[in-house]
C-alpha cells in the first residue's frame, strides 16, 4: 500500500512557475514508476510526466516538453515537478500516482496509487 499526498498548487499568472511535490509514504519500492497526470473541467485525465524512482528515467507529454521538469528525492520518498512558462491550457487538478512496475507508462488504468490532487490555476 502507498499513500501519495500532493502539495504545492495554487494560482499563477500565464508566464509564471509552481513546483508541486507528491510525498509517498508507505511501502515504495526501488522498482516503482511515479507520474502525474491532470485532469481539466469536462476533460478526460490525462498523463504528463513519469519518473522512474531507481533510474530517474522520465518522460513527458509533448505539450510539456521543455517547461516541465520531474524529479525526484529518493531519501525524502517525494516526486517533484518543476512547472515553469505555465499557460492557461495547463490549468487543471494534477494528481501524483504509483505504477507498481517498470517501465514508465502513459495510461490512467496502469498506476495503483493515486493522490487526492491539488489544483493549479494560470490566468491570462
Known amino acids: 500500500q502507498v499513500q501519495l499526498v500532493e502539495s504545492g498548487g495554487g494560482l499563477v499568472q500565464a508566464g509564471g512557475s509552481l513546483r508541486l511535490s507528491c510525498a509517498a509514504s508507505g511501502r515504495v519500492l526501488s522498482s516503482y514508476v511515479m507520474g502525474w497526470f491532470r485532469q481539466a473541467p469536462g476533460k478526460e485525465r490525462e498523463f504528463v510526466a513519469a519518473?522512474?524512482?531507481?533510474?530517474?528515467?522520465?518522460y513527458y507529454r509533448d505539450s510539456v516538453k521543455g517547461r516541465f521538469t520531474i524529479s525526484r528525492d529518493n531519501a525524502k520518498n517525494t516526486v517533484y515537478l518543476q512547472m515553469n512558462s505555465l499557460k492557461p491550457e495547463d490549468t487543471a487538478v494534477y494528481y501524483c500516482?504509483?505504477?507498481?512496475?517498470?517501465?514508465?507508462?502513459?495510461?490512467?488504468?496502469?498506476?495503483?496509487?493515486w493522490g487526492q490532487g491539488t489544483q493549479v490555476t494560470v490566468s491570462s
Open positions: 519518473i522512474t524512482w531507481s533510474g530517474g528515467d522520465t
Open positions: 500516482a504509483t505504477r507498481i512496475v517498470p517501465p514508465i507508462a502513459t495510461m490512467t488504468y496502469e498506476y495503483r496509487y
